[in-house]
């Protein structure tokens, strides 16, 4: 495995420690190793104390020394300049026989670019003028990519090409963390692996579907990047549309990764494209003021680091979708994602019809419950089915309530940081959970229309939501215009499980 930007924060975060967790858990196969590339200089023997102290703090490694020194001997780096260092790349091949050769493994290749994305395309020519990108001979070469994968339609589409032109689509892995999270990946066997609940997934039984991605951080050190991006760009497109293709698509002919692709990319050519009208209608921009969260102030999006002190960048995002096929025709996807909101939380609910009143209406019940699916990505991982029931006594009342399943009851504390699974796939060479290009190009195509509004027309009233809220007025109102509302999550923990 080589990495492209080694000593970054992704490579300590996430990489490090999700190659960890697949070596504890024992699916990392021995004649393997790692390449670090980075731009600064610096001896492997550095990069590797680096690595341990990253472990240390971001895997939660604790004395385990033979994992550690496992690791060690497989770690190898070299710095240089990505742009215009020839001598880098001879480098990096030189490494890579000598590695190869001492440790007797295959030069079967994949390399991560955890880099800028200006930089994706102009990398892997080197890799390629290099003679290490072509698959010769039964050796693999795969290559993967980090978002954002464009900023835009164009912008994809261009960078689609320079890759295709250097590397094969099957060579190419356009990695969405979303998809490694175990909930995520549950949707697929929840909905097709279950026979109950497949036929009431569609028009005649669903209201609406709401997919919420809440976070209660604030743009911490990435304002950079966050300011030219916005919520819509940095979580829409990607994240939340693999949310609503898994939820909304038809089962596939097989699990093959062409198979389950094509009805995802299926949802995303129904999903009715943004007229500048809809813009203005069916999504909402939210920006954070200052604001109190866990009882301690925080400050406006505005005078974070690196944010422009006038910047008119969406720190919130809500869009009313329409997915114009037979199962979902007139029912509205709601989806809404935002920094600093009131509490962490990711779900997707599944909002059923109203049962017919008749029955009860010379009872005392005024309003029946209607029945939800809420899936809980995270923070805690879970299935809550909402329902009406009889509160006990002579009179005839209706409560709400909940069934709940929650992941670590049933099936203990799993530490993972959602890229495991995406890393031993790519391995393996299964591209499922890796985006294919027109699937990319196609949520861009979705999105772009708004980008264009949003920018034309600089929102008026921002900062609109303060910090520890759910976001702006407008957003409730994208509801509340069609009768509906939207589910705030409370925090699921601590409500029902008793402090020991
Ligand atoms: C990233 C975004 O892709 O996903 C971040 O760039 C966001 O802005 C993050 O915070 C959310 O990921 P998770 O796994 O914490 O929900």
């Known amino acids: ?27 990392m196969p021995s004649n393997f190793a790692i390449v670090g590339v980075g731009r600064q200089e610096m001896l492997s023997d550095e990069f590797r104390d680096q690595m341990i102290a990253n472990l240390k703090e971001f895997a939660g490694t604790n004395g385990d020394h033979e994992l550690i020194k496992w690791f060690c001997d497989r770690t190898h780096y070299t710095g240089g300049d990505f742009n215009d260092d020839k001598k880098l790349f001879a480098d990096i091949k030189d490494m890579l026989r000598d590695v190869c050769a001492a440790n007797k493994i295959p030069e079967n290749f994949f390399y991560y670019m955890a880099i800028p994305p200006d930089l994706f395309a102009n990398v892997t020519e080197k890799i390629v003028a290099n003679g290490l990108g072509k698959e010769e001979d039964g050796k693999w070469r795969r290559f993967i990519f980090e978002k954002p994968f464009g ?25 969405d963390h979303y998809l490694g999270k175990e909930t995520v990946q549950n949707l697929l066997v929840f909905r097709f692996g279950n026979s109950i609940f497949e036929p009431i997934w569609n028009r005649n039984f669903i209201d609406h579907v709401q997919i919420t991605v809440a976070e209660k951080l604030g743009v911490e050190l ?107 025709a007139d029912v509205p996807f709601y989806v809404r994602t935002g920094k600093r909101l009131a509490t962490k939380h990711s779900s997707i609910v599944i909002q059923f019809k109203k049962a017919p009143f008749v029955l009860f209406r010379d009872t005392s019940i005024e309003r029946l419950t209607t029945n939800r699916i809420e899936i809980h990505i995270q923070p805690d991982e879970g299935i809550t089915l909402h329902f009406g ?24 504390e799993q530490i993972s940081t959602g890229y495991e699974r995406l890393l031993f796939d790519c391995m393996i060479g299964d591209a499922t959970l890796f985006q294919r290009a027109d699937m990319v190009e196609s949520s861009w195509r979705i999105v ?29 109102d994208l509801l509340s215009r069609d009768g509906r509302k939207w589910k705030n999550e409370e925090p699921r923990i601590d409500m029902r499980r008793p402090k020991q």
């Open 222 to 328: 990435r304002g950079g990047y966050y300011d030219s991006a916005g919520a819509l760009r940095d979580m829409i497109p990607n994240h939340i549309f693999q949310l609503v293709t898994l939820t909304a698509m038809e089962p596939p002919v097989s699990f093959d990764a062409d198979s389950v692709r094509d009805e995802q990319a299926k949802i995303l050519q129904a999903i009715q494209p943004f007229s500048p009208e809809d813009a203005l209608h069916c999504a909402v921009r939210g920006q954070y003021d200052a604001g109190t969260i866990d009882e301690r102030s925080v400050p406006a999006y505005r005078t974070e680091e690196k944010v422009a002190p006038t910047s008119n960048t969406e720190t919130y995002a809500a869009l009313k979708l329409a997915i114009d096929n037979w199962r979902w």
């Open 1 to 27: 495995m080589v990495i492209f930007g080694a000593t970054g924060d992704l490579t300590k975060r996430k990489l490090f420690p999700a190659l960890y967790n697949l070596a504890k858990d024992g699916h």
């Open 448 to 476: 772009t229309p708004i980008l264009d509004v949003w920018q034309a027309i600089p929102a008026r009233n921002f900062p609109n939501y303060a910090s520890g809220s759910w976001g702006p007025q407008e957003a409730d």
């Open 389 to 412: 029931a009889k509160m006990p006594g002579p009179v005839v009342k209706m409560g709400a309530v909940d069934m709940d399943f929650n992941y670590v009851d049933h099936f203990g």
């Open 151 to 175: 900023h835009d339609l164009d912008s994809a589409k261009q960078l689609n090409a320079e890759l295709l032109q250097l590397l094969s689509e099957r060579q190419i892995y356009r990695i």
